[in-house]
C-alpha cells in the first residue's frame, strides 16, 4: 500500500491509537485524510493524541482521575505527527503534565492536563441542568453532504437547533446529540476528548456571509471520575455571547444520555470575516 492510500484510508480512533510507535523522547502518531477539516486535522483528535501520549507516558494508567485539559492550537496538524509528553510536576492528590505535537507542517498543538483524586468536601454545588430536548432516537442524522469536513463522518449528528453555516441568526447557539459511529474501546477521557470538539463554532450561525473560522484555545474540564453514556449518546452544548472583532468566546457543556452533566468547557474561536 502507498503513503498515498494509507493518508485517505478511513481509520477509527482504536486503530490510530494502536499503531502509534514509540519514540526516542515521545511516541508517533498518524493522522489521515479522514481526519481533517480543511487544511488541519480536527481540533479533537490532535487533543486526543496529546492526551494519549501523555498516558502512555505515565504507565498506561491515570494516577487520578483527568479533571482539566488545556489546549492550544498554534497551526495546522496533519499526516505524521511526533508527540512529546512530560511530567510537571507531581503531588499526593494531584499531577500535572503536558505534550507538544508537532507534523509536517511543524509546530501545532500544546496540551496541559490536570489529574486530581477527589476529597471530603462540605460542598456540593451544581446548578447547571439539562435542557429539556428530545431523545436522540426520535431526531434525524444529519445527511451525508460534501461539504461536510472529513472527521465528521466519524460521528453521528443529530441536532437539535443552530446546525447550519450562513443563515444569519440572532444567537450563536448550537445543541446536538452526538456520539462515534464507531464505538471506541479507549481510554473513556480519550474517547470524550475526541468527542467534545465535533460541534461547529458556536457563532458560525451569526454568519452572514462565507469565511473561515478556527478555534485558536480550548479548555475542558471534567466532573466524573470516568465518563460515560449507557448508549453512546452524548448532549453537547456551544454558546458564544460575545462575538466581534473576528474573535468569539464561547461555552461547551456536555451532558450523557441520563441528563447527567459530565464536562463543562469553553474555546477562543478565530473569525476571518
Request: glycine share 10%; with cysteine.
Amino acid at each position: 500500500m502507498t503513503d498515498a492510500e494509507t493518508s485517505v484510508r478511513a481509520t477509527n480512533i482504536d486503530d490510530m491509537l494502536n499503531a502509534a510507535a514509540r519514540a526516542e523522547d515521545g511516541w508517533h502518531y498518524h493522522i489521515g485524510n479522514d481526519w481533517m477539516q480543511g487544511r488541519t486535522a480536527y481540533g479533537g483528535i490532535s487533543a486526543a493524541l496529546s492526551l494519549d501520549a501523555v498516558t502512555r507516558e505515565l504507565g498506561g494508567a491515570h494516577p487520578a482521575p483527568l479533571r482539566s485539559a488545556q489546549i492550544g492550537f498554534f497551526g495546522p496538524v496533519g499526516g505524521d505527527v511526533h508527540v512529546k509528553p512530560r511530567l510537571l510536576r507531581q503531588s499526593k492528590s494531584s499531577l500535572f503534565a503536558a505534550s507538544d505535537l508537532v507534523s509536517e507542517a511543524g509546530y501545532g498543538t500544546h496540551a496541559s492536563f490536570a489529574f486530581m483524586s477527589g476529597r471530603d468536601s462540605h460542598i456540593d454545588h451544581s446548578h447547571i441542568n439539562a435542557p429539556d430536548v428530545p431523545d436522540a432516537a426520535s431526531l434525524i442524522s444529519i445527511p451525508e453532504h460534501s461539504a461536510r469536513p472529513a472527521f465528521a463522518r466519524k460521528f453521528d449528528m443529530r441536532p437539535i437547533r443552530g446546525p447550519g453555516f450562513g443563515h444569519g441568526l440572532d444567537e450563536g447557539d448550537i445543541l446536538t446529540w452526538v456520539r462515534w459511529r464507531e464505538t471506541p474501546s479507549i481510554d473513556p477521557h480519550v474517547a470524550l476528548l475526541a468527542l467534545a470538539d465535533a460541534l461547529p463554532p458556536a457563532a458560525l450561525p451569526l454568519f452572514r456571509e462565507f469565511g473561515p473560522i478556527s478555534s485558536s484555545t480550548w479548555i475542558q474540564h471534567f466532573l466524573t471520575d470516568e465518563p460515560d453514556s449507557k448508549d453512546g449518546w452524548w448532549l453537547l452544548h456551544s454558546h458564544t455571547d460575545h462575538a466581534a472583532r473576528g474573535f468569539s468566546a464561547q461555552d461547551m457543556r456536555i451532558w450523557n444520555s441520563d441528563r447527567q452533566l459530565v464536562s463543562v468547557g469553553g474555546q477562543g474561536v478565530a473569525i476571518y470575516c
